[in-house]
Structures are given as C-alpha cells and as structure tokens.
C-alpha cells in the first residue's frame, strides 16, 4: 500500500508517549479530604478546586478516583518537554467524569411560577450563561429561547441573566418527570490557556455550555482516551443586528497551538465541531494531529480556519478518525445557521502547508461531508485513502460547486485530490449500539492499516 507521510509530525507523535517520573497525586470526591496530602488513594483529596491550586510540577501526574464526578473547570498546571503534567483515572469503573453543569435533580429546585412554568431559585449558581439543558443523561435536551414569552412548547427554557436563574416550560415539576437535570453552564470543562506540555487521559467531560478542552497559547497538549458529549450551546455574543450566537467545541485550540495530539478519544452531542484549531490575529497553528478518534452527532467533525495574513498553519494531520452523522446532534435542531458537515474549511487567509486529511471515514451528514470555501487549497492541503459516504445529497461542496457520487471520481482526480479514495458504505458493526468496528466484508477495510476502535457507548 502506499503511504503518505506527514514527517513534520513525527516529533508530535513521539512527544504523546513521553513521560517523566514525579509524584502522583489522588483525589477521592467521596472519602478523600483537601486536608490530607493527596499521596496515596487513602490519603487522597477531594475536591476540583485542591487540585487548581495545589503546586504541581513537570512528571507530576493527578489521578481522579473512576466512578465518580467533578462538578467545575479544571485549571491545569504546565509541564514540560518530555515530563508533561498529567490528569487521569484510577482504580475499576467508569471513566472519573468531570461536569460543567449544575444539577437541579430534586423537586424542592423548581418553583411554580406561572401556567406550566417553572423557575430555579436565583443567585450565584447560575452566574453565567445556560446554554443547555440535558435530561435523563442525554435522552433528551432543552430548547434555548431568548425571551420568556417564547416559552411555548415543553422543554423551552429561559435564562435570566440578571436573577441567574431558568425558567422552563413543563407539565408539572420538571424534577418529578425525570430522574436528572442538568444545567449546563458557559464555561471551559479544562481551560488551559497558556499551558504546555500537559496531558489528559481516560477522563469524561460533559454537560458544558463552552469547551470541553479550551484556550489559547498552548504547547505540547495530549487528549487521549478521553469521552466528550454533550458540549456547548452557550451565549457567545450578540450581533450587530441583534441576533444571538452560540458556541461550543469538543477540543478547541485557538489562535496558537504546537505541538498537540487529540487521539483515541470519543466525541458526540457536540453543538459545535468536535474536533478544531482556529484563530483571529497573528498566531501559529502547527504540528497537531487528531487520530483515531471517534465522532459521531456534532455539528462538524473537524473545523479549521486562520483569518490572519501574518498568522501561519502547517502540518495538521487528521487521520484514521471514525466520522458519523454530522448535523443529526441536539444542537442541529436549534441552530440559526444550520451546517452539518464532517470537514468544515471556512475562511483562510494564513500562510498554510501540510494539511494532510487521510485514512478517514466520513459518513452521513445533513449537509455535505466536506465544504471547502474561501480559497485554492491545492497546494496546501492533501486528501487521500478515505472513504465517503453520503446516502443522499452532496458529498463535498468544493467553493459552490457541489460534488456528488456520480462526480466525486473525475472532479477529485483532475485536482489531484483521494485518488485512492472510494465512495461507499463502510459498514459497521452495530450502530445502534454505537460500535463503529467494521465488518469483514466493509469495503473501507483495503484503504486502512488496521481495524477502527469500537464507538460503543458505556
């Protein structure tokens, strides 16, 4: 088979298996103490905000008890080349979940305040944006409105800046109709502006209204083995014209990221894109590599763009990624400006090289599964050995022009673009069931070296 080779990125997949000895900390939400020295699993700490301002240092590793939750951000501390700062798991169960929301579970959350509507208490646990609403651990979400005379279906929801606090349409306490409510709150699961050399692995993020893993300025971050659902929705800012904007990524690096891996991991419910590097004002964008992850129910799978002149891009390596169902998520259905694509390349003005999109599978999305826009990316970007599959509509929208299945081999040749690329169904496992292994009869098979990693739910 031939291969291509992003050799610029070889120092970036040397750099996700470097590790330091140092010290290793324990936290335990439910027996452990911030009082205790954090050294052992009996003498573990308890709470998110011990581990934000305990002084840890390059090889240091914190280790969340599996089973439990977090509720907050996390705040991580820089390492350094080849001794990263690590945040994982320990001990038997579910990944260590870490929270961006505020439960409001108990029928004493929810007052009466009108014909169907209910209201949380005000005050300081709501102090920023709701951007979302998640019942019954994903089953169905609320529907964010901007006033509360649109509270007019069950669901709708309202929320008040000024008192902090919802109020939501529904028949009867909310909390009695469902056994969890989460209220999911407009801010970064891991903000991590300004660090380097900083690793995650084996952890769950969920139910935030920004970021699952955000900031800008970073170096040297691993995301690895690492669950991310139901992400973003938040109020991001309101337009000239009067029109709200929400927003919210999986993974985002922004506006300066080097030297980063996002591998092994599963993305879904995301109202945003799963997957990005993106960024305004001069800045670098350079050696990340996104693989074998599994995504399925964002908005976009992967989004890129660098508005910048003086901002430069090279060598993003996004590969062996298991990519479903673009558009079909929760936030779709509440979208302005509807666009479900698994590639979304919008405006880009930096200097860019080394773009490199192969081995992939990219099926099903309510728009195209790629949309190119703004400029020539020949030169720059390299698409080959994936495999498309869009069961109807365009597979790609090249500029305006818009390429589908019977135009896919001849427009994709004469640009020099997949020329060992199929077009097919890639056949999985059990979708419903969310195993995205493929079967042995799955024409996807010849254009990978190895099989993909299951997408089962836990």
Not at 75 to 95: F, I, L, N
Not at 370 to 391: A, E, I, K, V
Request: proline content about 4%; some cysteine.
């Amino acid at each position: 088979m031939q291969r291509l080779l992003c050799v610029a990125c070889l120092g970036v997949m040397g750099l996700a298996t470097a590790a330091g000895a140092g010290q290793t900390y324990y936290v335990d939400a439910v027996a452990g103490s911030d009082a205790a020295d954090g050294a052992t699993p009996g003498t573990a700490w308890q709470s998110l905000e011990k581990v934000n301002t305990a002084k840890l240092g390059p090889g240091d590793s914190v280790l969340f008890r599996c089973g439990q939750i977090w509720r907050g951000s996390l705040k991580p501390q820089s390492g350094a080349a080849g001794t990263p700062v690590t945040y994982g798991g320990y001990g038997e169960g579910a990944k260590p979940a870490l929270l961006g929301s505020v439960a409001a579970n108990s029928p004493a959350d929810w007052t009466c305040v009108g014909d169907d509507i209910w209201a949380t208490a005000g005050g300081g646990a709501l102090s920023v944006d709701v951007g979302n609403i998640i019942f019954d651990e994903g089953a169905d979400t609320g529907v964010k409105k901007w006033s509360p005379a649109d509270l007019k279906q069950a669901g709708d929801y309202f929320y008040d800046a000024q008192a902090r606090k919802v109020t939501l349409r529904s028949e009867g306490n909310p909390a009695e109709g469902h056994r969890s409510i989460e209220l999911a709150l407009k801010r970064h699961i891991i903000d991590q502006s300004n660090r380097s050399y900083v690793t995650y692995e084996g952890l769950a993020l969920r139910y935030g209204a920004a970021h699952g893993v955000g900031g800008s300025s970073v170096r040297g971050i691993v995301v690895r083995d690492c669950d991310l659902s139901f992400i973003g929705g938040g109020h991001q800012m309101t337009r000239s014209d009067g029109a709200p904007v929400r927003y919210g990524n999986g993974v985002e690096f922004w506006s300066g990221a080097r030297d980063c891996v996002v591998e092994d991991c599963r993305l879904w419910e995301i109202y945003d894109a799963a997957l990005t590097n993106q960024g305004d004002g001069t800045n670098v964008q350079e050696h990340i590599v996104y693989r074998r992850n599994v995504i399925w129910n964002c908005e976009y799978s992967f989004e890129y763009w660098n508005r910048n002149e003086t901002s430069r891009t090279s060598d993003i390596l996004f590969e062996h990624n298991t990519c479903l169902d673009a558009g079909f998520g929760w936030g779709h259905r509440q979208r302005p400006d509807r666009n479900g694509r698994h590639l979304m390349f919008y405006d880009n003005s930096a200097a860019t090289s080394g773009v490199v999109v192969r081995y992939n599978i990219f099926s099903h999305a309510t728009d195209s599964l790629l949309r190119l826009h703004g400029r020539d990316w020949t030169s720059s970007l390299t698409m080959d050995y994936n495999c498309w599959h869009q069961p109807a509509g365009a597979i790609w929208l090249w500029g305006q022009t818009a390429v589908g299945p019977a135009e896919f081999e001849q427009f994709s040749r004469q640009r020099g673009f997949d020329s060992h690329s199929i077009v097919a169904d890639p056949r999985f496992v059990d979708t419903k069931a969310r195993d995205y292994r493929l079967t042995p009869d799955s024409p996807a098979r010849k254009l990978l070296d190895d099989d993909l990693p299951a997408g089962a739910l836990p």
